[in-house]
């Protein structure tokens, strides 16, 4: 009688010691597939990273020591086959910044955008601008303004509020003037803390839209993480921020 008792309480810690060692494998398959986040502090050096770039070949951050760095983190998507208008449109309005002003060369600065999808879906995404202006600039002057009910009307108001200048590109054409960082593991974003299932009100796979600004020397100067899809600063705003960074102050 002892002996069967002592050899169910063996079973019985065999059986727990099983359940431990599986849930340390499961937690440490979990912890692989998603490493911790670690937040970059400004202040601090700049985490280093490598990611494909669109336009072909890799790019590692510590290889632009030397460069101040402007990395942006469009949300991408706002809602499942439907990609974010404020991030198309602040991306083609840098992208005509630099051509009539040269902030690259004025601020000694690299642009890099960060997608946190695979090379076809930033393809998608470069494809879809010039139809996402035409939608935009519609919006702004839709047909017959005075016959509008009053929501269409604040819709209207809203939309040239947030979208002032007007911007249009050939059909076809592909706007890529800065290096497009392809981070389709999501390593990057997912270490920032950035990548989201939801987030503002949306459940699909999207960035919070964010902002980080890395001196010549490697260091965090200025950061900026969304709380919603419109609160983030203007260029005006930024080139201040570049300007301070650029002279060292």
């Not at 209207?156 to 389709?184: T, W």
Request: glycine content about 6%; hydrophobic content about 40%; some cysteine.
């Amino acid at each position: 009688m002892i002996e069967k008792k002592e050899t169910a309480v063996f079973v019985g810690v065999l059986a727990a010691v099983a359940m431990i060692v599986l849930f340390k494998g499961q937690a440490a398959g979990q912890a692989a597939a998603e490493p911790r986040p670690q937040p970059a502090i400004v202040g601090q050096p700049m985490p280093d990273f490598t990611l494909p770039v669109y336009q072909g070949g890799t790019l590692t951050l510590s290889s632009l020591r030397g460069k101040n760095v402007l990395i942006l983190f469009p949300r991408g998507y706002a809602a499942e086959n439907y990609w974010c208008t404020i991030c198309n449109y602040r991306y083609v309005e840098l992208a005509e910044l630099e051509k009539a002003r040269k902030i690259r060369e004025r601020f000694n600065l690299e642009i890099l955008v960060v997608f946190p999808y695979a090379h076809d879906v930033v393809k998608a995404w470069l494809e879809a601008l010039p139809g996402q202006l035409e939608s935009i600039k519609a919006r702004k002057n839709p047909p017959e303004p005075d016959k509008l009910d009053e929501a269409g009307k604040t819709r209207m108001e809203r939309s040239r509020q947030f979208y002032p200048k007007d911007f249009a590109l050939a059909k076809g054409e592909v706007l890529a003037p800065f290096p497009i960082l392809v981070d389709g593991e999501r390593t990057l974003s997912r270490k920032l803390d950035l990548f989201r299932a939801e987030w503002s009100g949306s459940k699909v796979d999207q960035n919070i839209p964010s902002i980080y600004v890395v001196d010549a020397a490697g260091v965090l100067q200025f950061k900026y993480l969304g709380q919603n899809t419109t609160d983030r600063p203007g260029y005006d705003y930024l080139l201040k921020v570049l300007e301070v960074v650029n002279a060292g102050r």
